[in-house]
């Protein structure tokens, strides 16, 4: 049971440290945290050089805005956030593309599907395969509303509890559970509009 609490404690510490100024634990807590931001970034961007202009950009407004992180909500969730509002800063014409693949039953089933595609498994052709779904499910992220596709990222890429991310977005939890539901249909009626105009 030690082990288990002390990277959670040492967690903490690093970001204790970091909140006084200290910029080598910041350091510590982007190591630990980067490469997962990473992947959530190269999924959002489909470009390498892209994500890591992002997580950079990311987390050095995160060290300027370090003083605002509550503890409310897990810190790769604070992360994601910030990641999430400047990626969509630079994204304002992007995006008129198609897509006909998302989901179409059953909420399990979007939630295993959003859960499965941003770390894909590790044979490559698995990993191809989940690269293109993760490209199409960004795409049709990007056409939903900003709040809605903040809480359905949140909740299925950074993999918080609704609570949490209220805390990150600052709403009331029975605000994340709407987003989060109309954000899903928005996604399924998509989908299915798509599929209704395919040769």
């Avoid at 959670?8 to 510490?13: I, L, N, Q």
Wanted: with cysteine; glycine share 8%; proline share 5%.
């Amino acid at each position: 049971m030690e082990t288990a609490a002390t990277p959670a404690s040492d967690g903490r510490d690093l970001l204790g440290q970091a909140r006084s100024g200290d910029s080598e634990a910041f350091g510590e807590l982007c190591r630990e945290h980067g490469p997962r931001l990473l992947r959530q970034a190269t999924a959002m961007c489909g470009d390498t050089s892209a994500a890591e202009d992002l997580v950079q950009e990311s987390l050095i407004e995160a060290w300027r805005c370090l003083s605002r992180f509550d503890g409310r909500c897990r810190f790769f969730t604070w992360l994601c956030s910030i990641l999430i509002h400047r990626h969509r800063n630079s994204l304002r014409k992007r995006w008129p593309l198609p897509f006909s693949f998302l989901f179409g039953g059953e909420d399990a089933q979007a939630g295993d599907l959003l859960a499965h595609t941003a770390d894909p498994a590790p044979h490559p052709g698995i990993q191809a395969e989940a690269a293109e779904q993760a490209a199409r499910l960004m795409r049709g992220l990007n056409r939903l509303p900003p709040k809605q596709r903040e809480v359905v990222y949140l909740r299925f890429y950074a993999d918080d509890s609704l609570e949490g991310i209220a805390a990150a977005v600052g709403c009331s939890v029975g605000t994340v559970k709407s987003r989060l539901f109309n954000g899903l249909e928005r996604l399924r009626h998509l989908k299915s509009v798509a599929e209704r105009n395919e040769p």
